[in-house]
């Protein structure tokens, strides 16, 4: 998946040719991935049996932007992301297990503001991109798992704003 797959999508395309010239029939494929030896590297890499569902659930963030010099007119986006990446990071929840193996956390992949360059209005909308690893669950499993994470994590990002400012001074788009 690395550089966009390229080295995958480039076997893929040379694949036939090499059947052809060598007289092959391909039955199956082995995906080796990221699976490694976790101790002291004795053990290599592995082969295992079996399959696992990659989700890459994605939270798109809405805020309403403010100039910086008066911040508490609007909601950054990206504070309310960041929440949700520091939430669902590692998060026990969407971590889901094979029958012998402990899974693999979640884990942010990507986030950013929507702004296309430099300005001093805070971000208007903001999005977290997680990789998701299942083994038994279905992705609406998984993804309503993910909603309420997201959903927690806005509301204690916003609980925490609020707090800061005291009773009663809370601007409107924390609302």
Known sequence: EENNSAGARRAAQALPTIADECQLEFAAAINLDAIADDGDGSKGRIIALGTVGKLLPTAYVVGVPAHSGFPLNGLNAATLAAAIATRVEWAPELTDQSRSEPGTPASLLSIRDGKAGYDVTTPASAYASFNVLSYRRTPGEVFDR???LC??????????LKQRLGPGNEPAAID
């Open 146 to 148: 993910f909603e309420q």
């Open 151 to 160: 959903a927690q994590a806005a509301s204690t990002c916003l609980g925490a």
